[in-house]
């Protein structure tokens, strides 16, 4: 059984780029979620998705957009990319449905973002 | 989704009991609590979860209080490999799943 994995593991941008991150699920999981973490700081919510829909965000403006494909492999996409964009991009795959409560959820390692 | 409240930092010597607690005193009936952990460089890994009774597994152990306002893990012999950050969350189901990580608690094993 893979687990999650994420690429690229570092990434260089400079400031207006615009940027795709990708996610491979652990096999089987159908929800994906993306975080952002600055540092210092707890992992941001940015959105869900499951069977390729979205199923939920959080307070990120719409240059952040997602895919999911129907092998549950994932982008995080970024437009016009900003300072503050700068960040720890994770990954996190589950197997249950999102409206359950149990939602063990296993993470990849992240893609180190950093926007020049 | 509740909010939790956890200390910043948190340090404890190899091989003793590490202990950390996590208020969540607007929990509701239906939201189940979460640890997380992270490992320096590393995404965040789950650790156990519970609703109201004691769990336990090969990791941890989670008490949670009768009234369910606060919760606290349990590494029962701590290693220096349990050096991370660890996240405590509430849950609930319904709904689009918004979760929500505070800055944890960093916890320090040393020799």
């Known amino acids: 059984e893979t687990g999650v994995t994420q690429s690229p593991t570092h990434l260089i941008k400079t400031r207006g780029q615009q940027v795709t991150l990708r996610c491979s699920s652990q096999?089987?999981?159908?929800?994906v979620s993306w975080y952002q973490q600055a540092l210092g700081q707890g992992p941001q919510f940015i959105f869900q998705?499951?069977?390729?829909?979205?199923?939920g965000r959080g307070n990120f403006p719409p240059r952040f957009s997602g895919l999911q494909f129907p092998n549950y492999s994932s982008e995080l996409n970024v437009n016009a990319l900003e300072l503050d964009d700068s960040a720890l991009y994770l990954c996190?795959?589950?197997?249950?449905?999102?409206?359950?409560?149990?939602?063990?959820?296993?993470f990849g390692p992240g893609t180190r973002l950093t926007v020049l | 989704d509740a909010k939790t409240t956890q200390p910043p930092s948190m340090d404890c010597a190899e091989g003793r009991a590490a202990n950390l607690p996590c208020n969540h005193s607007?929990?509701?009936?239906?939201?189940?609590v979460y640890w997380y952990r992270q490992i320096h460089s590393q995404g965040p890994q789950y650790i156990i979860h519970g609703l109201k009774n004691n769990e336990t597994n090969e990791m941890a152990s989670l008490i949670i209080t009768e009234d369910r306002k606060s919760s606290t893990l349990i590494l029962p012999h701590a290693t220096l490999r349990d050096t991370a950050v660890y996240y405590c969350?509430?849950?609930?189901?319904?709904?689009?799943?918004?979760?929500?990580f505070g800055r944890g608690t960093s916890l320090i094993v040393h020799p």
């Open positions: 996190a795959s589950s197997l249950e449905l999102p409206r359950r409560t149990r939602d063990e959820q296993f």
């Open positions: 969350i509430v849950r609930g189901e319904g709904g689009s799943y918004i979760p929500t």
């Open positions: 607007t929990i509701s009936g239906n939201e189940y």
């Open positions: 998705y499951y069977r390729e829909e979205e199923n």
């Open positions: 096999s089987g999981h159908n929800t």
